[in-house]
């Protein structure tokens, strides 16, 4: 019998075809919301792999009665609602970096534009009938992009920002870049890109080691009317700290994604603990940077053929680093 | 002596650098609002080229006072300001085409990805607390942006455009571009780039050609979740029919810097005809593309080193066909 994968998620028809095409071949593919309550701890128990979107849906019950579980793939670019400490350390975790990397990096792109023409503060401004033309319109060719966390999203958006005339310079902990770019280097860099850089983009994974890691002592190193993008994981800054550099600093601009407090339910109106919302420079938007019809049948497939991969006895690409999370 | 170059704005002192530096050597500089009274006259009488903003200043009264002028030339890209009505046919004017082109060029390019990401829109919800996640961000990779008036503007814009990845289709009365892009043709083929695009940008001069061009006969054509930008000047659409179109159409977008009613004092609070400031589906900015601190040096070169030109007795470029016009 081919090994049980189970899909942890709502697929829609798209979805089921991309996955029963890619694996039907090697696996049969049961999906967690059609298992018959009566079923239940049978088909779990024969669970080999789980295809999951962020991994928030692997409750401690579901865990628990997977016990023939070998390998945990995701469709999300980070792996920071796996549950670890609910998982037995055998267990292979694999995220899925890279899979949405091009349209969070146009994403990027997008936001960093917005914020050097101000445009969704004109825009509101304009709704009053106030036309703001005092607070220039800069020119993104010639600025200094620092990127922090130069991976997949990092290249894709580097790429883009040296077609228009930008510098690009990149931290990450190897301190390469598979691209030519204006300056690549380790953590030890850091304090020199972020005070040398125009507009720095933040695409850092969630670990114990990023958690909280861009506080006040990142934050007095910036440019007074420095843009932030973050589009990473939110709690990567820390919250009161960006408030507090937001209010005293009403020159600088942060384009946010990704936040602290998430609404639980579907449309379910949500602030965060300080209130961003209220302040003239940021531009906010609902963590949709990595989600785009467009690529999801990309996402899908980069994740489905690392389970491929893990099936076949291949090693599997992105496996996640446990130490960096429990 | 001399001849007489007349500035009619006020000019700032980088402005005046500037000016001086490329001039000096070969005309007498005179800023309008430093002639004196008394001598209003006189010194009008011996002007013989303008550098005027965008023709707007050119008031009767100073036109008729300068009998000796022979040349007009216009900081701004577009002469829809100058009064033609009140000038000798024998006055040679020219535009600025090409000297802001690349700052206009970027601020279409962050205009159309705002757009495509719905970035105001999700910013606006953002700060009710509603995230605003079912309208999907879609990929500028891929898509097909056709530029109506494909000129200096055109060409900035569609090398950023290739470079990320998306098609280029142009029009303009040519039916040639200076670059290889996906498309070009004459007036002739507006109507099949109209309905091929999915976005569509106007850069087009204000002429009594272009005015009330961009009327029902044309949205009609258009895709219904098109992205219609506009940076060329406002009255080249039908107001009314823009409107009824953004009204209808929810999920078409519209992203637009230029209007049919600016405000007349600095700060003047100042609305459309129509409601435009209610709709869900557009973008408003304030008439900004062109201007930007990053570009103003060479916008005035361009303009100067064009006087430089007409002094020398070399043909000018940019020259504006008055029938255009009147």
């Known amino acids: ?57 692997l409750t401690k019950e579901i865990i628990s009665k997977m016990k023939n579980l070998e390998f945990i793939q995701t469709l999300s670019a980070g792996a920071d609602n796996i549950p670890f400490q609910l998982l037995g350390e055998e267990i292979i975790v694999a995220n899925n970096a ?20 101000q445009i969704p503060r004109r825009d509101r401004y304009m709704r009053k009938g106030i036309w703001l033309r005092r607070i220039p319109h800069e020119l993104l060719s010639g600025k200094i992009v620092g990127i922090i ?51 720095i983009v933040l695409s850092l994974p969630l670990t114990k080691h990023t958690r909280n890691f861009f506080d006040e002592s990142k934050f007095k190193l910036l440019k007074r009317n420095v843009i932030l993008v973050n589009v990473g994981r939110g709690s990567v800054i820390n ?14 601009i942060a384009a946010i994604d990704v ?35 467009d690529i999801r049948e990309e996402v899908f497939k980069s994740a489905l053929l690392n389970i491929k991969r893990f099936l076949r006895g291949e090693k599997p690409r992105n496996i996640v680093n446990r130490d960096d999370y429990v």
């Open 98 to 117: 890279g899979g949405n990397a091009k349209a969070v990096a146009e994403f990027a792109l997008a936001l960093i534009l917005s914020a050097l023409k």
């Open 1 to 57: 019998m081919k090994p049980i994968v189970l899909v942890t998620f709502r697929a829609n028809e798209n979805d089921r075809k991309i996955i029963e095409e890619i694996l039907s071949d090697v696996a049969q593919i049961v999906y967690l919301k059609e298992i018959d309550k009566g079923e239940m701890d049978t088909v779990l128990s024969d669970v080999k792999v789980v295809l999951t979107g962020s991994g928030r849906d």
């Open 149 to 199: 966390g130069f991976g997949h999203i990092g290249v894709e958006l580097a790429k883009m920002l040296k077609s228009l005339g930008a510098k690009v310079y990149g931290v990450n902990r190897s301190g390469r870049s598979p691209i030519k770019i204006d300056f690549i280097g380790k953590l030890d860099s850091l304090n020199y890109v972020l005070s040398k850089s125009d507009i």
């Open 239 to 252: 919250q009161r700290d960006l408030y507090n550099f937001l209010k005293s600093n009403p020159d600088a």
């Open 259 to 293: 936040w602290w407090r998430y609404p639980e339910r579907y449309e379910e109106q949500i602030f965060q603990d300080y209130p961003f919302h209220e302040l003239d420079n940021i531009i906010m938007t609902p963590h949709i940077a990595g989600f785009s019809p």
